[in-house]
């Protein structure tokens, strides 16, 4: 008999046939008579319950059905008397594929913190809580491309490897094949790069965006949808060092088009995961975060505020608020200021534009003040920055000036500068930190539960 996915037993019309389902065992409990099993099998939050009347099965046989076990069962789909769930399935078949020691099992009770889970990142997938995140995960990826295709972005991919160190968005892992033992050396006594892999160094790339203008500039749209690694040592709970990051970039675009998409992208995303994934969403609104879905769908309802980094500075000083970091013009937001700006001020997400150049990298567009570029950073409650992107500086000699400016060594990058030299437009594009939205859909607070095998400083494990 063919299997049938738990979650089609409650949505298709199954009641009253013979079935087999297959998964992991979540508890089993009962009396000398009978005993029920709650069943998952990954496909829906929800659980099957089975019926094993004692006098079709052995009691002992049904021992080795404990929690984590995996097994095999055929039966009728039936009504439930029981509160809580629809229907049930009165076994007649059980094949146990693997037992699970309950003395060894690590999941054995409901209620382990996400601390501890985190320890066990292995098993976690196969707890509620888990199951749900990646889930929504899961069907955030698929609504972000259904996006992107569904407007005629192409999917671009780009380099895991870079030889531009430049980006400036980051510390970067460095990649090498060469002896770190013993490795070669110049005239000078300083390592022989030349002799590596590539002949230079190369290092994980911290952000697609620079190979990204390269397609926007001659497919027209593009995104892309990949790891990004930063060495970045800083241990809080929104900052990994491999995360997924999503980066449109747009010929033509500017920093309003670029603002529009960036609210439309994050609003269709929020709304695909409330249409598909209503189960998971609610079992963690009951279980985590209580005002879940009414921020998802306030997020929704509201428009974005639109505000100048100037503007957004001087909410900040005039608010009377003692922040841990100084507020100035000219500081760098810290968390804090941008949660102050949404959650409290504004009480909606807001848009933060036009910030000074200092704080921002190269390729950003310069403003004729002199002072600031056409930045935005899109700021979420709970979050603070889920998206930073800009209108880029389209003009070749007010690039080379920044670069100058700023030191940058740009003997790598004279295919990025060629974008304008030959053809140049005005675009714009942004980067979305994926992990951010998932932790803002889910609810979950902290980074390291909304990615299956999170990479922290001091922590690669599984
Ligand atoms: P932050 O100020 O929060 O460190 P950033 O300004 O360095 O972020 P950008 O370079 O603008 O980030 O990257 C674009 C997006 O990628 C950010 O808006 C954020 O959503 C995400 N992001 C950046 N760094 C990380 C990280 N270490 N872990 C997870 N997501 C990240
Ligand atoms: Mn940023």
Not at 213 to 229: D, H, K, M, R, V
């Amino acid at each position: 008999m063919k299997r049938t996915k738990i979650v089609d037993l409650f949505s298709a019309d199954m009641l009253g046939k013979e079935v087999s389902v297959k998964g992991w065992v979540r508890t089993r409990r009962g009396n000398k008579h009978v005993q029920f099993v709650a069943l998952n099998d990954g496909s829906t939050i929800r659980n099957i319950q089975i019926v094993f009347d004692l006098a079709k099965f052995d009691e002992e046989q049904l021992k080795a059905v404990s929690t984590g076990s995996a097994i095999h069962v055929t039966g009728m789909l039936v009504e439930s008397m029981g509160k809580g769930q629809t229907c049930e399935i009165q076994a007649d078949m059980l094949e146990i594929y693997g037992g699970a020691d309950p003395e060894k099992y690590p999941l054995q009770k409901k209620g382990h913190t996400l601390e501890f889970l985190r320890e066990i990142a292995h098993l976690r997938p196969r707890t509620n809580t888990f199951g749900a995140v990646l889930r929504i995960r899961s069907a955030l990826a698929f609504a972000i491309h259904k996006f992107f295709q569904e407007r005629g972005f192409y999917y671009l991919h780009t380099p895991l490897i870079t030889a531009s160190d430049c980006e400036g968005a980051g510390a970067m892992f460095q990649v090498t094949t060469l002896d770190l033992e013993n490795p070669p050396r110049n005239e000078e006594g300083k390592v022989d790069y030349t002799q590596d892999f590539f002949g230079k160094t190369t290092a994980l790339t911290v952000s697609g965006q620079l190979e990204g203008e390269l397609g926007a500039t001659a497919l027209g749209a593009i995104y892309t949808f990949g790891p990004t690694f930063r060495a970045e040592n800083s241990n809080t709970p929104r900052h990994l060092a491999e995360f997924w990051m999503i980066e449109p970039e747009v010929a033509f675009n500017d920093i309003t088009d670029n603002m529009e998409l960036a609210e439309d992208f994050i609003k269709y995303c929020i709304s695909y995961a409330l249409d598909n994934c209503r189960d998971d969403i609610e079992f963690l609104n009951e279980m985590y975060d209580k005002e879940l879905i009414a921020r998802l769908e306030s997020v929704l309802k509201s428009d974005f505020v639109r505000l100048s980094y100037t503007d957004g500075v001087k909410i900040l000083e005039e608010s009377g608020k003692k922040f841990e970091f100084p507020v100035y013009w000219g500081a760098d937001l810290q968390s804090e200021h941008e949660r102050f700006l949404v959650e409290e001020h504004f009480k909606r997400p807001v848009i933060l534009t036009d910030y000074p150049k200092e704080i921002k990298a190269f390729y950003m567009k310069q403003n004729a003040d002199g002072k600031t570029v056409r930045a935005m950073d899109v700021l979420f409650p709970k979050i603070g920055e889920i998206i930073g992107g800009s209108e880029r500086e389209e003009n070749y000699d007010k690039l080379m000036q920044r670069i100058e400016e700023l030191d940058i060594p740009m003997k790598d990058m004279w295919w990025y500068l060629d974008t304008r030299r030959f053809g140049t437009v005005p675009h714009s594009g942004f980067g979305l930190g994926f992990e951010r939205l998932v932790l803002f859909v889910t609810g979950m607070t902290n980074i390291r539960d909304v990615i299956p095998f999170p990479r922290t400083p001091g922590n690669a494990e599984f």
